[in-house]
């Protein structure tokens, strides 16, 4: 067995990735950031539980932002939050995460907001969508947001999400991305709906609390 991970260099991360991470004061990552980021990196699907504020976010980004083809501004990855706060939020630190990275584009797409924009925005493409399951069912019905393309889908804070009433979108949206899409899930809790969408659409999963 390997030493536990006490560095991000220790990480198999690219360059521009271990420098965002440098100016952003992050030095070691958090455990659950240990634990899951070589799983994700080998593209298991994965299910993580662990309390807020222990660094979930930058968990799931940071192997999602080393794998991206920034050649193909179609959708590679999609994340579902719950609100449209968390939405901005974890697209502000994927933003900052990826700040070293030429050319990305992450987009936020959440309820509340004006659709014609987000569609406009959706026409000029991005890698990485984080929105709100509403708003995602919305502009997947309009034709206007494709998932065809998707290779990793990420459901953050699941527990909210589906205490929220969004079981149906949810596993409706998932059945728009190929069955091939890695899938990864995050919950502070695993109440029985979350053990639901867990065993009906996680493939025997890296376990990560
Ligand atoms: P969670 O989603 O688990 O509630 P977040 O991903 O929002 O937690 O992280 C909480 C805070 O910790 C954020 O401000 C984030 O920027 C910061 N953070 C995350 N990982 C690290 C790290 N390895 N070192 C220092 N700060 C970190
Ligand atoms: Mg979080």
């Known amino acids: 067995m390997q030493d536990s991970v006490i560095q991000f ?4 991360l690219n360059d521009s990735i271990l420098s965002a991470l440098d100016g952003m004061g992050f030095v070691s990552p958090t455990p659950i950031q240990a634990a ?15 309390q807020t504020g222990t660094g979930k976010t930058a968990a799931f980004s940071l192997p999602l932002l080393n794998k991206l083809d920034l050649n193909q501004r179609k959708p590679q990855a999609i994340v579902l939050a719950p609100t449209r706060e968390l939405a901005i939020q974890v697209a502000a630190e994927m933003k900052n995460l990826g700040k070293n990275i030429k050319g990305l584009k992450v987009l936020e797409i959440y309820g509340g907001a004006s659709i014609v924009d987000q569609m406009r925005a959706l026409s000029r493409g991005a890698h990485i969508i984080v929105g709100t399951p509403g708003r995602v069912k919305d502009l997947l019905n309009r034709d206007r947001l494709n998932l065809g393309e998707v290779h990793t889908f990420i459901l953050d804070e699941a527990d909210e999400m589906l205490k929220m009433g969004f079981v149906d979108d949810v596993t409706w949206i998932l059945e728009k991305a190929p069955d091939t899409a890695q899938r990864i899930l995050f919950s502070a809790t695993m109440p029985p709906m979350v053990k639901t969408i867990v065993d009906r659409y996680l493939r025997d999963p890296a376990r990560v609390d």
Do not use: N
């Open 36 to 50: 899951a980021i070589p799983h994700l990196l080998e593209g298991a699907d994965a299910l993580g539980k662990a």
């Open 9 to 12: 260099s220790d990480l198999s």
